[in-house]
Nanobody, 123 residues
Framework: QVHLAESGGGLVQAGGSLRLSCAAS????????MGWYRQAPGKQRELVAGVTRGGSANYADSVKGRFTISRDNAKKTVDLQMNSLKPEDTAVYYCNAEISTLTSDLLRTLEVWGQGTQVTVSS
């Protein structure tokens, strides 16, 4: 079994900072792309930032210059540093990863989601 666990969400005033962390656990052969998504009330889930195994990152236009995604392949973690937060950043943030596992010498790939962590930014 493979599991993603998020942490670091909370309540912060506009202009403040938060750091979200996501840790993968279980029987993992390798992890390819990892990313952070968010979903605000009444809106569709959207990609905030993604990072490949090699470290290439991409960001939504709305967060570029304010957020930074990073990963540690040895620790199997991905972080999202969020600075200059705005009220419109308020959402549930979800960690996502493409994970390959080995079971009885059989390779299978999974798209795994965390349970989400709430980020609330007050004005």
């Amino acid at each position: 079994q493979v599991h993603l666990a998020e942490s670091g969400g909370g309540l912060v005033q506009a202009g403040g900072s938060l750091r979200l962390s996501c840790a993968a656990s279980g029987s993992i052969f390798n992890i390819d792309d990892m990313g952070w998504y968010r979903q605000a009330p009444g809106k569709q889930r959207e990609l905030v930032a993604g990072v490949t195994r090699g470290g290439s990152a991409n960001y939504a236009d709305s967060v570029k210059g304010r957020f930074t995604i990073s990963r540690d392949n040895a620790k199997k973690t991905v972080d999202l540093q969020m600075n200059s937060l705005k009220p419109e950043d308020t959402a549930v943030y979800y960690c996502n990863a493409e994970i390959s596992t080995l079971t009885s010498d059989l390779l299978r790939t999974l798209e795994v989601w965390g349970q989400g962590t709430q980020v609330t930014v007050s004005s």
